[in-house]
Each structure stands twice: as structure tokens, then as C-alpha cells.
């Protein structure tokens, strides 16, 4: 066994093992044991859970200087963070890991766990009309984040009624019932338009608020009003920008600012 040596004494977390949900603010405390016969500085302290596939992994982190004297246990060192939409969904393990005397680092073995939850049943919901099926991935994935917002993204694709009209018994219902309409305006919406301008069409007839996700260095539909919002995407988008994307319109969702276009 070497000497200069730092252990993790114990993980816990607030709440306990319990659930949580995105954006919730939570604690995680660890509590370390210097065995070796000299002082150990702690430098840093990270916390590692499982993230999704193709997102820039959240690592919630802080620097400290904490000193642990020989034989000594520290107090608990807290990280406080919110649960960021790049976590997997579900029971969610995590690791700790300590950085210490400039160049070492330790990291927690035992079994520590959150259960993450959406933030609200997906209910309130939101047309996404794109290029299908190019573009069909990239929304189901930003669809995800909205989920785990509480919103629901709608994709007619994803909509497995069969022997429908689809436009008069499946689109226009759902652009009626949605809270606003989020258009992908990619390059391949530019080059292959149709169906998209007719769901923007549909959509300011319902006075539908409309959200344009624009592709970097793409001009916008000219049938698109001066009144929208919008977001830009860098080349054909990443994941983490999806998820920036989706936690804005959530922040503008508790604002209200979906319900102000009534259908007369």
C-alpha cells in the first residue's frame, strides 16, 4: 500500500438515492479519509453520471483547497448542481471523483445512484414540422430533450394511426391542439420545401406562434411573418446545442408566451 494516499470515505447525495427530476437542483457530499502519514491538499472535486449518446457530457465540478491532515476523516465537501438534460433518464449511477496534491486523483467505488425523472407528464405539446426523413433523427432527438422538459414533441411520423387523411385527420389536428409550431429549417427543408410550407401555412391560420430553428448561413422561408422566434443551428445542429435549444423554449413556455395566439 503506498503512503501518500487519499480514500473515499462516503458518497451521499440530497435527496438520498431518491427521485429527482431534470433541472432539479441537487447535492452530492463526499466525505474523504487521508491514510497516509503527510498533509493531502484536495484540488478539485467532479462528479460523473451517465450521459447520452453524442451529447458534451455534463461533469458537475468545483476547485477546492481543503487540507486533511495524517489519519484524519474531512468534512463533507459539497457539489451543488442542477440535473442537466445530457443525463440518461432513469436510474442514473455516478461516480466521485477527487483530484488532489496537484497530480493525483482518487474516484468512489461503492454504488451511488439517482432515479431521474422528467420534469412533468408530457402533456402540452408542440408540432415539429421538418424534412422527412432526413431531418427526421435530429428532431426525434430534440424531441427527447423537450420530453424530459415535460413537453411533448410531435412528429407525424411517430403518429401510427393508420387509414388516416393525413392532413385533414392527422396534421391539422395536431397543428389545432399544439401550443406552437417548431419548423427545422435545414438545408434539406430549403431544397425540398413543400409539405413544410403548407404546415406553416396551416399554422398562421390557426395564429400558431411559430418557432424556427434555422440552419447556419440557410435564408429563412419567405412565407415566414415577421413575428417568430428563433434559434440557430450550427451546421446541421449537435446534440448540445438541441439541448440549449429545448431548455430556452421550455424557459419561455413558463413565461406563458406559448398561450397568447388563441385560435378565434
Same mark, same amino acid.
Given at each position: 500500500?503506498?503512503?501518500?494516499?487519499?480514500?473515499?470515505? @462516503?458518497?451521499?447525495?440530497?435527496?438520498?438515492?431518491?427521485?429527482?427530476?431534470?433541472?432539479?437542483?441537487?447535492?452530492?457530499?463526499?466525505?474523504?479519509?487521508?491514510?497516509?502519514?503527510?498533509?493531502?491538499?484536495?484540488?478539485?472535486?467532479?462528479?460523473?453520471?451517465?450521459?447520452?449518446?453524442?451529447?458534451?457530457?455534463?461533469?458537475?465540478?468545483?476547485?477546492?483547497?481543503?487540507?486533511?491532515?495524517?489519519?484524519?476523516?474531512?468534512?463533507?465537501?459539497?457539489?451543488?448542481?442542477?440535473?442537466?438534460? =445530457?443525463?440518461?433518464?432513469?436510474?442514473?449511477?455516478? @461516480?466521485?471523483?477527487?483530484?488532489?496534491?496537484?497530480? @493525483?486523483?482518487?474516484?468512489?467505488?461503492?454504488?451511488?445512484?439517482?432515479?431521474?425523472?422528467?420534469?412533468?407528464? =408530457?402533456?402540452?405539446?408542440?408540432?415539429?414540422?421538418?424534412?422527412?426523413?432526413?431531418?427526421?433523427?435530429?428532431?426525434?432527438?430534440?424531441?427527447?430533450?423537450?420530453?424530459?422538459?415535460?413537453?411533448?414533441?410531435?412528429?407525424?411520423?411517430?403518429?401510427?394511426?393508420?387509414?388516416?387523411?393525413?392532413?385533414?385527420?392527422?396534421?391539422?389536428?395536431?397543428?389545432?391542439?399544439?401550443?406552437?409550431?417548431?419548423?427545422?429549417?435545414?438545408?434539406?427543408?430549403?431544397?425540398?420545401?413543400?409539405?413544410?410550407?403548407?404546415?406553416?401555412?396551416?399554422?398562421?391560420?390557426?395564429?400558431?406562434?411559430?418557432?424556427?430553428?434555422?440552419?447556419?448561413?440557410?435564408? @429563412?422561408?419567405?412565407?415566414?411573418?415577421?413575428?417568430?422566434?428563433?434559434?440557430?443551428?450550427?451546421?446541421?445542429?449537435?446534440?448540445?446545442?438541441?439541448?440549449?435549444?429545448?431548455?430556452?423554449?421550455?424557459?419561455?413556455?413558463?413565461?406563458?408566451?406559448?398561450?397568447?395566439?388563441?385560435?378565434?
Amino acid at each position: 500500500m503506498e503512503l501518500d494516499q487519499l480514500e473515499i470515505y @462516503k458518497v451521499t447525495s440530497f435527496p438520498i438515492q431518491a427521485f429527482v427530476h431534470y433541472t432539479q437542483k441537487v447535492q452530492v457530499g463526499v466525505q474523504l479519509r487521508n491514510t497516509s502519514n503527510s498533509t493531502i491538499v484536495v484540488d478539485r472535486i467532479e462528479c460523473h453520471f451517465k450521459c447520452e449518446d453524442e451529447v458534451d457530457p455534463f461533469i458537475p465540478a468545483e476547485d477546492l483547497c481543503v487540507r486533511i491532515e495524517p489519519g484524519e476523516l474531512s468534512p463533507f465537501l459539497y457539489l451543488d448542481f442542477e440535473i442537466d438534460l =445530457a443525463f440518461c433518464q432513469g436510474t442514473n449511477s455516478y @461516480k466521485a471523483l477527487i483530484y488532489y496534491d496537484s497530480e @493525483k486523483k482518487v474516484e468512489s467505488t461503492g454504488l451511488n445512484y439517482l432515479i431521474i425523472d422528467p420534469l412533468a407528464p =408530457a402533456d402540452d405539446m408542440f408540432f415539429i414540422s421538418h424534412r422527412d426523413p432526413i431531418d427526421t433523427g435530429t428532431c426525434r432527438v430534440f424531441s427527447s430533450f423537450l420530453r424530459k422538459l415535460g413537453l411533448l414533441g410531435y412528429l407525424a411520423e411517430d403518429d401510427k394511426n393508420l387509414g388516416l387523411n393525413v392532413w385533414e385527420e392527422k396534421i391539422q389536428p395536431r397543428l389545432q391542439n399544439s401550443l406552437a409550431t417548431i419548423v427545422f429549417w435545414t438545408a434539406n427543408a430549403h431544397d425540398s420545401p413543400g409539405n413544410i410550407l403548407k404546415e406553416i401555412e396551416i399554422s398562421q391560420t390557426l395564429h400558431k406562434r411559430l418557432i424556427l430553428i434555422l440552419e447556419e448561413g440557410i435564408d @429563412k422561408p419567405e412565407s415566414f411573418s415577421t413575428d417568430f422566434e428563433y434559434h440557430t443551428l450550427r451546421g446541421k445542429g449537435t446534440r448540445s446545442e438541441l439541448k440549449q435549444i429545448a431548455r430556452v423554449i421550455h424557459r419561455t413556455y413558463l413565461k406563458g408566451m406559448y398561450f397568447r395566439n388563441e385560435n378565434p
